[in-house]
């Protein structure tokens, strides 16, 4: 009884110790984030119109090939670090970022001119003409980018921030049986995905093969998401690409893990006419593309709503003629959205997890009911 | 969509591939086995301790209806041993009581026996006694009737008389 009252002791603790990191998550961020975002006016000008405002979100919302913490519109000046630039144009070119100068002047490349316009590079002349078509596309020759871009450096921190947080959980098992210090906030996670999310959707027997991926998946994308949550001003789960990355790699483990009856149901569907398997056949097969599909837009167009949103709100200061009145609002609802978008950070990467783990299930499980 | 399609970078899908391939592969090394392990094992051992506590109470029970049952056994053992130790001594008792009463009887008939056959001895002496003085009487009067006819029956009576009055 007594060793019950213990654990049910640490069980609060822990709770407790999540919910209290989350509020400090809340608070310190997002009052951090009112107030960074006031000096970060801009990108080549003040933002004070409607349609700057809206310029400077889609900028955001997008991947930058440096990493600016903040900028002054008014002075021009930026502040912030410069990164890789790596371009596959008849050989490898590997040039730093600041060669841009902030998308205002062409980088000259040995005998090569490149420009950025809205967050893409382009071949240029020397006088970085870009050429338009009529739908306002861009028509000058794209090398293919691999930059190490802003994106590109987050996800690597996380990656290193997730290799040290349960590294570090693995090795305080080595010193006994419960964990230490942050441990104490992983573990119960860890289990949860365990207990909450594989287990149920996967099945006892089999779910232990796909654990790694779950879990990686499931605090990649929450740790991206809280990251985008914080002043920095990344955005890296509200690109498409990584949702197409993530999505994909869930596909192919369901393509690749699943069993015979799992096929056989896709393309001969058993216990249905004939004429009904040749008409459920392409259903099917599509079916199984829309799984992953719907996977990445979700995770998509949550994470950029909620940017947009918070953005948006922000905006409001500065459209406002009466800043006196606007700004205690806006920043209510800014607090307000926030602590909606923190619970929505959780429960994307709740939900990528959780389907990825029922579309295995659905592959791996034995269809001994029909 | 246009703009979705538009917005796809290439460079940054190859990159998001390499980092999750890396960081799923260095996880699953370094972090995610161990952990699960660590888990699954603490979670063995708890199951493992909760149970052997279950069967140890089981064995204790066990153990209780044992001891309880021995100690029952024992007392109606000792019970059956008190009963048969007083039985034989109501047993012993009674025999006892019943040879002493036979050695008794026997030692009063043999007393019985013996007063009858000296009770007989003693009538038979003095009939014999008696048949003797008869017999001297009768010879003394028989001398004196010898002597004077007349004395001699005076004698004869008064001795008579003498004979009855014995």
New interface residues.
């Given amino acids: 009884m007594h060793r019950n009252l213990g654990t049910e002791f640490i069980h609060v603790m822990q709770k407790r110790t999540v919910v209290k990191i989350l509020l400090i998550f809340t608070l310190v961020f997002n009052v951090a984030n009112l107030f960074a975002k006031e000096p970060e006016k801009g990108d080549g000008g003040k933002v004070n119109t409607k349609s700057e405002i809206d310029a400077y979100i889609e900028h955001h919302l997008q991947d930058s090939h440096d990493f600016t913490l903040w900028s002054d519109g008014e002075t021009g000046s930026h502040v912030g670090f410069p990164l890789p630039v790596i371009l596959w144009d008849n050989g490898l070119k590997i040039f730093s970022s600041s060669k841009f100068h902030h998308r205002e002047t062409v980088a000259q490349v040995g005998e090569d001119y490149y420009k950025l316009d809205h967050g893409k590079i382009y071949k240029t002349d020397a006088a970085g003409t870009i050429n338009y078509d009529e739908h306002h596309h861009a028509t000058n020759v794209k090398p293919l980018d691999f930059s190490i871009t802003k994106n590109v450096v987050t996800m690597i921190i996380v990656g290193v921030l997730m290799l040290l947080m349960f590294g570090g959980l693995a090795r305080s098992y080595k010193k006994g049986a419960l964990p230490t210090g942050f441990g104490r906030v992983l573990e119960p996670l860890v289990i949860y995905v365990r207990d909450e999310i594989a287990i149920p959707n996967i099945g006892k027997d089999k779910y232990r093969k796909f654990m790694g991926f779950l879990l990686t998946v499931f605090f990649f994308i929450w740790i991206l998401n809280l990251l985008g949550m914080t002043p920095l001003g990344v955005n890296v789960t509200g690109n498409i690409a990584i949702t197409v990355c993530l999505a994909l790699f869930t596909y192919f483990i369901t393509q690749f893990s699943a069993n015979k009856e799992y096929w056989k149901h896709i393309f001969w569907m058993p216990g249905v006419p004939v004429l009904m398997k040749i008409v459920l056949m392409p259903i099917e097969i599509l079916g199984t593309l829309t799984k992953p599909f719907a996977l990445l837009i979700r995770l998509f167009a949550n994470i950029t709503a909620g940017h947009v949103v918070i953005m948006s709100l922000i905006a409001l200061i500065f459209v406002a003629d009466n800043v006196y009145v606007m700004t205690p609002i806006s920043l209510l609802l800014t607090i307000f959205i926030s602590v909606i978008e923190l619970l929505v950070a959780f429960l994307q990467a709740f939900i990528f997890t959780m389907l990825s783990a029922l579309f295995i299930g659905l592959a791996v499980q034995d269809h001994d009911h029909h | 969509m246009d703009k979705?399609i538009?917005?796809?970078?290439?460079?940054?899908?190859?990159?998001?591939?390499l980092?999750?391939v890396?960081?799923?592969v260095?996880?699953?090394k370094?972090?995610?086995?161990?952990?699960?392990d660590?888990?699954n094992?603490?979670e063995e051992?708890i199951k493992n301790a909760l149970e052997s506590a279950e069967e140890a109470k089981k064995e204790m029970q066990n153990l209780q209806a044992d001891n309880e049952r021995i100690l029952n056994e024992a007392r109606a053992e000792r019970d059956g041993m008190l009963k048969e130790a007083r039985q034989l001594k109501e047993n012993m008792i009674a025999d006892a009581k019943s040879e002493a009463q036979a050695e008794a009887d026997k030692i009063v008939a043999q007393a019985q026996a013996t007063i009858a056959s000296e009770k007989k001895a003693a009538i038979a002496e003095l009939k014999n006694q008696v048949a003797g003085l008869s017999v001297e009487i009768a010879e003394k009067m028989v001398r004196k009737e010898l002597a004077d006819k007349k004395k001699q029956l005076d004698l004869v009576d008064s001795m008579l008389g003498d004979v009855t009055l014995n």
């Fill in positions: 979705l538009n917005d796809f970078s290439f460079g940054l899908f190859f990159w998001q591939a980092i999750l890396v960081l799923l260095l996880l699953r370094f972090a995610w086995k161990p952990i699960l660590s888990l094992n603490r051992g």
